[in-house]
């Protein structure tokens, strides 16, 4: 049964709640671009697809408009996949569980994926309605935009003929957004030997945290579990001899993570748990307004690896309280613009090796050249390694945008002020796109969504309606 089927409109709601019902998580994105084509086909519109699931479909400028500029659409197919701790979903095999609480579109024990489903569907919603004015469009859908704009980076953009692109992943309404930070994925993997260890097993755990979009939630002073984690191990390994045996946060390195887990072998069980409960009550006290249902949690554990020897586990512990996290310069040109910064969102531990993958963010390539290079050398130290991956330029401001002041006047006109203009401290397949296609006049905008990235992501049923409306206009008037 249909639970968004009386929204409007109907269309965009029809698409978002059908794509829903496909996994589409980073990496599991064939389903959804095979869905996307079958769209097309059924339609007879022309498309491709590639080999990395990114798929162009084409809709042919409406009477009036055949000789306009073409307009890109631009949105991305994948979704972070986030679960609360009591769901069972399985989310690789399993379609969302959409449901509605007043003006908001969530779904139940899930993040939502309407970052970036919305974009998807509105582009969908407009190709599949003959009654809508507007130039050629070519309507491109991304893969893997979450784990490093992966699809983007492979795709072949050389066929596309839009030179004016309306991307539509920004999650704050009224906001037109003209520049981004550009950042990449290092991976950091510090090798360990083990070790017997005579002691007492447990694990201690670091959860309760809001958690976050690690791009633009990262000036919010929130948290993050993995870093508090290493805290505690500090506090422990002061108090009695201590060896760790494994410790995991996080599942994607663009979220702030929001749990994190140790399992350590400590000589004495007491000052272990009385250094946790006094550091728990300093957590409290830090972060009383960012996170206040911190908690940190030390239960028995059964031991079932060797732990890690007195140096693995010193160099392993250094690594997560020494290593850089957060933010590290804020912009001196735009006011409270997060220049560079960088987050701990992946942390697992093999047999031999403890690895940390970080998301870098700058909009200042140097900067963001200035990070790799310490992490790099902070690895070094301590007889470690970094990868880097998915490195992406920044999108730059362009001064002379004609989209930015069509959309500037149309967005003047239907909500009686001014948007605001805004550069973000995150990622944006805007720069992929501008790298690739010279002269490329770019905006990003969306609806309101809250908390996205986290299963308490919420779309707003009004803000979508206004920029569906918006939307429309800008494309009409793009004669």
Not at 247 to 264: E, F, M, R, S, W
Not at 288 to 317: C, F, L, W, Y
Request: net charge negative; with cysteine; hydrophobic share 40%.
């Amino acid at each position: 049964m249909s639970v968004l089927d009386h929204l409007e409109p109907r269309g965009v709601f029809r698409f978002f709640e059908e794509l829903c019902a496909i996994p589409h998580g980073s990496t599991h994105t064939k389903a959804i671009s095979d869905w996307c084509v079958a769209f097309a086909e059924a339609r007879g519109l022309e498309h491709w697809q590639d080999a990395a699931n990114n798929v162009v479909i084409i809709g042919k400028a409406t009477p009036g408009y055949e000789n306009a500029e073409t307009i890109i659409l631009q949105g991305h197919l994948d979704m972070v996949c986030e679960k609360a701790a009591d769901c069972e979903k399985d989310m690789t095999r399993e379609g969302l569980d959409l449901a509605i609480d007043g003006d908001y579109v969530y779904a139940k024990g899930t993040t939502l994926g309407g970052d970036d489903g919305i974009a998807v569907a509105m582009a969908l919603a407009i190709l599949d309605d003959a009654s809508i004015p507007h130039p050629r469009i070519e309507a491109v859908f991304t893969t893997d935009e979450e784990i490093g704009m992966v699809g983007a980076e492979a795709m072949d953009m050389s066929p596309l003929k839009g030179r004016k692109l309306l991307n539509i992943d920004s999650e704050v309404e009224g906001i037109l957004t003209v520049s981004c930070a550009g950042g990449n994925t290092s991976l950091c993997t510090l090798p360990v030997s083990r070790a017997a260890f005579t002691g007492t097993a447990l694990s201690v755990t670091v959860d309760g945290l809001r958690g976050g979009h690690s791009g633009v939630e990262i000036d919010k002073g929130r948290a993050n579990a993995s870093v508090l984690c290493g805290r505690v191990l500090w506090e422990i390994g002061r108090k009695t001899d201590m060896r760790l045996v494994s410790v995991a946060g996080g599942l994607k390195d663009n979220a702030i993570p929001a749990a994190a887990t140790a399992q350590v072998v400590v000589a004495d069980e007491q000052a272990a748990r009385a250094a946790a409960s006094d550091l728990e009550k300093a957590l409290q006290n830090e972060f009383r307004v960012t996170d206040p249902a911190v908690r940190v949690t030390v239960q028995a554990a059964k031991n079932t690896e060797t732990p890690m020897d007195e140096d693995s586990t010193a160099r392993a512990v250094c690594v997560l309280t020494c290593m850089p996290n957060g933010i590290q310069t804020m912009s001196a040109d735009i006011a409270g613009l997060v220049q560079t910064s960088l987050n701990l969102g992946v942390l697992n531990t093999r047999s031999d090796c403890l690895q940390a993958s970080f998301c870098v963010r700058s909009s200042v390539a140097t900067e963001k050249e200035m990070l790799k290079n310490r992490l790099v050398c902070l690895m070094e130290q301590l007889g470690g390694t970094v990868t880097f991956a998915g490195d992406y330029p920044a999108w730059e401001y362009k001064a002379d945008s004609a989209l930015r002041e069509l959309m500037t006047a149309v967005f003047r006109e239907q909500y009686g002020r001014d948007p605001k203009i805004e550069a973000i401290h995150a990622g944006l397949e805007c720069g992929l796109f501008s790298g690739k296609l010279p002269g490329l006049d770019c905006v990003s905008i969306g609806p309101d969504m809250h908390d996205i990235h986290t299963p308490r992501e919420r779309l707003s049923i009004a803000s979508t309606q206004r920029v569906w409306k918006y939307v429309l206009e800008v494309l009409k008037r793009s004669k």
